[in-house]
């Protein structure tokens, strides 16, 4: 058998196949952690077959059946049913047949028969193959990142452009080289193997700095978490300090209004028991008490935080202690709904109120905060969006709700008549 430089080319490119397949199944699927070394031992023995039956037979249809069989098989070392799996495969060879059948028509033949040896030597061709193979499979797994995750943990534009155009910058450095005059083997097949270390090595870079960036996300809504828990210690304890101090003083109350009814002195027990319930009124800070502390405390947080004595609030909250959903999860729903609708009372002047409901039953949460508001509401292409001044920075709560709400197959629903608008969620539960 023949070395040529394509075929060692074909055996370095068949390497970085290996890698743009792994990356694809541990985004997409996951790998169990108690398989993942056998899981190296699969990729290795996809790579020993693969490159074997290239070289033994290069047929295309014999190959296609090979790795589709290949790719079905490392799929058990990974999370899901075996539906899940076996789409996942499919999924990612039809990516990388497809971007293979259009470089080998542009750079060969568009035409292939499927049960005959195919023939293909164009080394240029082969490298910018494996590069747009790796280029599409980036770009979808950004995507699929993006609707999974709560919040826009996307890099800004400008730090994870580089990462995209590394792959295609690569492309051009190759078309160069090859198109040296009289260049040697040895050299064609150093610059390819320095070209897919580089694009292997600044995706481990960007992963490292989007790891570190969603590290510093996440974080941030973990100090913002604890703050409210603090908060809501606080209410609890002054709560209790307030029962405390009106057991010790009820004895003196009922004294003094005892004494006075005992005098006829009947205005002034009236006006007495209404500073009493005024009083009262205004230690009356824990508005949700269901012993489920994430909802608990940002409810309570969020309605402390109203300074205008004027809002009518309500307050209706029928839920267990302990729910199966993320912490984040109810509380970017929570903090995001609940912060729309005290925007919307600062913006009007009279009739101020704010309903909060939120019930479950038979594995389905709903949550319903209505409020009064000044009548405005903005559309765009059909969809409600945000009427604060910079969307840039608040446009995205509403978007972050239904993120969190499909993560549990749910919904947010939006609606409203001239005077109250009104937010809904529901989450399916498992």
């Known amino acids: 058998m023949n070395i040529s430089t394509y075929n060692i080319t074909y055996i370095i490119s068949n390497l970085f ?15 169990i952690p108690e398989r993942k070394t056998k899981s190296y031992i699969a990729y290795s023995v996809f790579f020993i077959i693969t490159t074997s039956f290239y070289f033994l037979f290069d047929i295309p249809f014999l190959m296609l059946i090979t790795n589709i069989i290949c790719f079905i098989g490392i799929s058990i070392f990974y999370k899901g049913d075996y539906k899940r799996r076996c789409v996942a495969s499919l999924y990612i060879y039809i990516i990388l047949l497809i971007v293979e059948i259009l470089v080998t028509a542009l750079t060969f033949t568009p035409y292939m028969s499927i049960f005959d040896k195919y023939g293909y030597s164009n080394v240029l061709g082969l490298f910018i193959d494996k590069i747009l193979q790796f280029f599409v499979v980036l770009v979808l797994l950004s995507i699929n990142a993006k609707k999974k995750s709560t919040y826009d943990t996307a890099l800004p534009f400008k730090m994870s452009l580089p990462s995209f155009l590394i792959p295609l910058s690569t492309i051009i450095v190759e078309m160069i080289v090859v198109s040296t005059p009289n260049i040697s083997q040895i050299k064609v097949v150093l610059s390819v193997i320095t070209l897919f270390m580089i694009n292997f090595i600044s995706f481990v870079l960007y992963n490292s700095i989007l790891e570190a960036y969603q590290d510093k996300l996440r974080n941030a809504i973990l100090d913002q978490e604890r703050d409210y828990y603090h ?3 606080l209410l609890m304890q002054k709560a209790v300090d307030d029962s405390n101090a009106f057991r010790h003083d009820f004895n003196n109350h009922m ?19 209404g500073e009493l319930i005024e009083d009262s009124q205004k230690h009356r800070n824990i508005y949700s008490s269901t012993g489920n502390i994430p909802i608990d405390s940002v409810i309570n947080y969020k309605l402390n935080s109203i300074t205008d004595g004027d809002v009518d609030i309500i307050v209706d909250v029928s839920v267990p202690t302990e729910l199966s959903v993320e912490i984040m999860d109810i509380s970017t729903i929570l903090t995001n709904i609940i912060d729309n ?9 009279k009739n101020k109120r704010i309903s909060i409901k939120i019930k479950y039953s038979k ?41 969190t709400a499909e993560k549990y197959n749910g919904l947010l629903k939006l609606s409203h008549n001239e005077n109250v608008f009104t937010s809904e969620v529901l989450l399916y539960l498992p």
């Open 363 to 403: 594995g389905m949460l709903v949550i319903c905060v209505s409020n009064t508001y000044d009548g405005i509401v903005l559309y765009e292409n059909g969809v409600i969006v945000s009427t604060k001044k910079n969307k840039s920075e608040h446009g995205k709560g509403l978007e972050n709700i239904r993120r």
């Open 341 to 349: 609708a005290i925007y919307a009372l600062e913006k009007i002047n």
């Open 17 to 31: 196949t290996v890698y743009i397949v792994k990356l694809f199944m541990d985004k997409y699927l996951g790998v």
């Open 231 to 233: 908060k809501q210690c």
């Open 255 to 273: 004294t003094m209004i005892n004494e006075l009814i005992s005098k006829n002195e009947t205005s002034t027990v009236t006006k007495y028991i």
